[in-house]
């Protein structure tokens, strides 16, 4: 028997994870956070719908926290098995969990001062620094597109998604009871043409199931080229009103984008050198695990390494900034210069800071350049709201937003099409996971309408069997 339960990132986009039972052996396809209202993913988070100790091994597709920041809660509730991912997820994931352990402690200090002055019993944190720990040491990096094994009869394989640095898609083949049978996994895929990383990797097999994410099913992109030529003009514009450029950022990824594409822009005199600081010690860190990991570059990043030995990640012009005391020092610092910092929703992190000392005046940029969730800052910042609170002080917006689209990590609609074309004629069933029903639902129409014959979007817990 075989058979998948999506238990996460069904009709929505965090908490990707889907439970694998073979003849009655579970495995789990990613470990994510869910993500949203704090009471609902707080008990979502802390209890998976599984008997973890029955999960025999963990194929993690890639670091972000949808997708691996809830496996210290295995750890927590006894899970003993391996976490697969890739060398340099394993690297990433290292820094990530680590960060999340500690931002889930502080947060319930947080939330357990509130509960106290309303006389409400304290809560846990979802997981101490010891389960991610824990979970850490059962990481077993992959190589890509080298088969290994997973259990006895459970082989897979990881191909580049394109996503972020690490990220796969993953083909697992299954020797069931009932014979050999294939599911593939897209994980989160990227676009082509991104900096730094390579193109995603087509699958070139037979599937029985694909699952396939469709964040962007209804959508189309700017290219990364008119992104490029976006930052370029807003670059521009901040070093002739000499105010300075903030850019909420997540660290993982888009961060390093940035950096690499400023890096490109200064040398190729398109813009004027101006002081660059990353500010944040995760996105420091990310930076870092890039810099290990340029042997899975692609070929236009490893030529522009190639002539400059210091790596894509640094330039004269760039500090990473370190202390907090270095941090609140760019306050007394006068423009031209461009900070990024996170989060890159502006819910917490350094990135506050700059904004409550710069909002107020006109010659700053405010640059977003991600998805901004409902009730963030950030997006309150999107929808031009004129005064918005940080850190519980009103403040009126002076400072000039400006949104760049283009440069989403996710494959959009043709994107994703172009992807799943590979594999037309090769696959029995597909499940669409990782996105709002609208998403799936046009991308569902689209990929009907190109032959494939059984598009299903799966609810949250509901169980598919492969026959
Ligand atoms: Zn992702
Ligand atoms: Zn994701």
Known sequence: MLQVTFHGAAETVT?????????GAQLLLDCGLFQGRRSESYERNRLPPYDVQQVQAVLLSHAHTDHSANLPSLARL???????????TKDLAALMLRDSAKIQV?????????RRRHHEPPVEPLYLPEHAEAVLGSLQGQAYNEKFSVLPYVAATYYDAGHILGSASIVCELDTVAGLRTIGFSGDLGRNDMPILR?????????????????YGNRQHETPADAVEALAAVVRRVCESGGKLIIPAFAVGRAQELTYWLHRLMEAGRVPRIPVFVDSPLASGVSKVFGDHSAIFDEETLAFIGTHPQGALRFKELTYVASADESRALNERSGPYIVISASGMCEAGRILHHLRNNIGD???????VSWQAEHTLGRRLVERQPRVRIFGEEFAVHAQVQVINGLSAHADQAGLLRWAGALRGRVKQVALVHGEPDALQALR???????????????????????
């Open 15 to 23: 908490g990707s994870q889907h439970l694998v039972d073979v003849d």
């Open 78 to 88: 006894g899970f003993a098995g391996k976490v697969h991912c890739t060398h340099a």
């Open 106 to 114: 502080s947060d319930t200090e947080f939330i357990n001062k509130i």
């Open 199 to 215: 193109d995603p990797v087509e699958l070139d097999t037979e599937l029985d199931l694909l699952i396939m994410e469709g964040t």
């Open 362 to 368: 006109p010659r700053n940029i405010i640059l977003i």
């Open 445 to 467: 129409a689209q990929m009907l309408a190109a032959g494939f014959p059984s598009v299903h979007i799966p609810k949250m817990h509901e169980t598919l069997q492969i026959p």
